[in-house]
T-cell receptor, first 114, second 114 residues
Framework: SQKIEQNSEALNIQEGKTATLTCNYT??????LQWYRQDPGRGPVFLLL?????KEKRKERLKVTFDTTLKQSLFHITASQPADSATYLC?????????????FGKGTKLSVKP | DGGITQSPKYLFRKEGQNVTLSCEQN?????MYWYRQDPGQGLRLIYY???????QKGDIAEGYSVSREKKESFPLTVTSAQKNPTAFYLC?????????????FGPGTRLTVT
């Protein structure tokens, strides 16, 4: 069955460092991968989408890579700030079948210490 | 402001009672989704609807029902048949027919059944 794993439940880093979160998947060939941010007690907020034919995507301090051979995506936050502390979810999607339906990982809780 | 709303934020019910969670969007999105989120688990899809008057079961539909009589509204009923209904429920919507695949989430409803 399809499986999506985010490298760790929690990641603690110092302010100013680069946070790197990992998303691995098996038994699936996604057409695209998305990253969301979720604050406690709130709904997830979309951050970035990267397609299977794209290697890297950037948005301000965020960078996402997608390696379909390794079946892995890396999500980087450079110059991290305490305000970046949240849970980050990765999600896989495809174009055919149940169009637009996403498979979500369990998330990685990032804590950025000042 | 365009967005997706869920009400109420917190809901308490006695075991054996049905309860309906509201989800409304004014984004003019065709597709709408209901997810359930439990601690330590990823978002799990309950039901989804790609168009008015049509909806499909997700991965964990047992004990739930939905309706989609209007484009803007996608209420979820948690029935007494749902064995473990206490959870955080998230509604989402998505624009179809474009290259955009991100989902927009509401703020969530935390349901507690005792």
């Amino acid at each position: 069955s399809q499986k999506i794993e985010q490298n760790s439940e929690a990641l603690n880093i110092q302010e100013g460092k680069t946070a790197t979160l990992t998303c691995n998947y098996t038994n699936y060939s996604p057409a695209y991968l998305q990253w969301y941010r979720q604050d406690p007690g709130r709904g997830p907020v979309f951050l970035l989408l990267i397609r299977e034919n794209e290697k890297e995507k950037r948005k301000e301090r965020l960078k996402v890579t997608f390696d379909t051979t390794l079946k892995q995506s890396l999500f980087h936050i450079t110059a991290s700030q305490p305000a970046d502390s949240a849970t980050y979810l990765c999600a896989l999607g495809n174009y055919g079948g149940s169009q637009g339906n996403l498979i979500f990982g369990k998330g990685t809780k990032l804590s950025v210490k000042p | 402001d365009g967005g997706i709303t869920q009400s109420p934020k917190y809901l308490f019910r006695k075991e054996g009672q049905n309860v309906t969670l509201s989800c409304e969007q004014n984004l003019n999105h065709d597709a709408m989704y209901w997810y359930r989120q439990d601690p330590g688990q990823g978002l799990r899809l309950i039901y989804y609807s790609q168009i008015v008057n049509d909806f499909q079961k997700g991965d964990i539909a047992e004990g739930y029902s939905v309706s989609r009589e209007k484009k803007e509204s996608f209420p979820l009923t948690v029935t007494s048949a749902q064995k473990n209904p206490t959870a955080f429920y998230l509604c989402a919507s998505r624009l179809t027919g474009t290259s955009a695949h991100e989902q927009y989430f509401g703020p969530g409803t935390r349901l507690t059944v005792t």
